[in-house]
């Protein structure tokens, strides 16, 4: 039953990247249609993030009681009308309402689905997810491209992945039979309690919290790179700003690559391993990029932060049933979304700050940090759990 779910799973992860980077390649174009200032794009953004952090808070009790297979199928059918909603948007008011149903639905889906592999799948499996969600994050900027080069048709591109996302929700609900079966089978053998943890609870358990710091330094660190990573070439490295943007995308290139070669040893490396090597190879790109005298080593550093970052997402989440016990992982993974999202909003900005009024050459000395962070709360959490 588990390997008929399998196709499904892997096209929701691309379904969930697809629209991520939408917004920021069509906004030149919806701006000056819609005649928005250049910052409410920001915070279009937050209201989006807004919505996946409420979810994810609640997607433990959702899931419990709907179970996994229907919370996925609605939440899709959720990012499938707001996208469309995009696309008619007539206004800036009209983006940041559609803005809400996006939210709450990318949220849950994202909670759900990492917590659905995480019970039933190897690591391996955990590894190719997110790797196919780095699929869809790449597909979705060349579908609104190639809109844009037909007359600047923004509106296209948000309709067309709608399209994709509403055949892909029609794909769910046929498939909720099977996701029913797996779900009954899965409590009858586990014996998994029905009753939701709240927030609270679920501090309360020992280790969560370093987890939760740890998750929160990975995806800053994540999100500081990806954004910053252009400027940093064209401020601090004198590189022109087009090569620039493409050489900022093998950071993503180096993760993606990284996470399906990541799927061929996770199950005989182990999450903990894999976890450590990732913050040392992070760190082994930051000292390239650190390097002052070459623009080579610090094109390659990029890509081997990408490398680097590959499997500590997917390892966190993987390992979450056997840290913290099964009856309690959905609670947990949607604690650690929320995290997640909160790390991805907040410290990307701080770091503009920085930048702003201190020097963007501090990039890789930031991202250090968070690394460092991360190390530290992983391995504290590792001797917790080796003690229970």
Avoid at 231 to 241: F, H, Q, T
């Amino acid at each position: 039953m588990l390997s008929l779910l399998l196709p499904i799973i892997y096209l929701s992860f691309i379904s969930l990247g697809l629209p991520d980077s939408l917004l920021g390649s069509a906004w030149p174009v919806v701006r000056a249609e819609l005649n928005a200032p250049l910052s409410t794009a920001g915070f279009v953004t937050m209201v989006i993030f807004a919505g996946t952090i409420v979810s994810s808070l609640m997607s433990d009790r959702l899931t419990r009681k709907f179970g996994a297979g229907l919370v996925t199928a609605c939440s899709v059918a959720l990012t499938c009308a707001a996208l469309f909603g995009y696309s008619t948007a007539g206004s800036t008011a009209a983006l940041f309402l559609w803005s809400v149903p996006y939210g709450l639905g990318a949220g849950a889906v994202d909670a759900a689905l990492n917590n659905y592999v995480a019970l039933h799948y190897s690591a391996r499996h955990m590894s190719w997810l997110h790797a196919f969600w780095g699929v869809g994050a790449t597909l979705g900027p060349y579908i609104m491209g190639t809109c844009l080069a037909d007359n600047n048709n923004w509106r296209g591109g948000y309709s067309t992945v709608s399209l994709l996302q509403l055949i892909l929700t029609a794909a769910l609900f046929l498939s909720l039979p099977v996701w029913n079966r797996v779900k009954s089978d899965a409590a009858g053998e586990t014996g998994v309690q029905a009753v939701p943890l709240s927030l609270r609870e679920a501090l309360r358990i020992r280790g969560v919290p370093y987890m939760l710091a740890a998750f929160f330094a990975y995806c800053a660190l994540e999100g500081v790179c990806g954004l910053w990573a252009s400027s940093y070439l064209v401020e601090y490295r004198g590189m022109d700003a087009e090569p620039a943007a493409r050489y900022a995308s093998l950071y993503c290139l180096g993760m993606t690559v990284g996470r399906f070669a990541n799927g061929f040893i996770a199950d005989r490396v182990g999450d903990r391993r894999l976890i450590r090597i990732g913050i040392a190879v992070m760190l082994a790109g930051m000292c390239m990029v650190m390097i002052p005298t070459s623009d080579m080593f610090a094109l390659v550093g990029l890509v081997v932060i990408g490398i680097g970052c590959a499997p500590v997402y997917p390892s966190i989440i993987h390992a979450t049933p056997d840290n913290f016990g099964r009856e309690n992982s959905q609670a947990i993974v949607g604690i650690q979304m929320a995290s997640a999202y909160v790390g991805t909003t907040t410290i990307p900005p701080v770091f503009g700050l920085i930048a702003n009024y201190i020097h963007i050459a501090l990039y890789p000395y930031f991202m250090a940090l968070f690394a460092l962070l991360m190390l530290v709360m992983t391995e504290r959490l590792n001797r917790i759990c080796a003690k229970k």
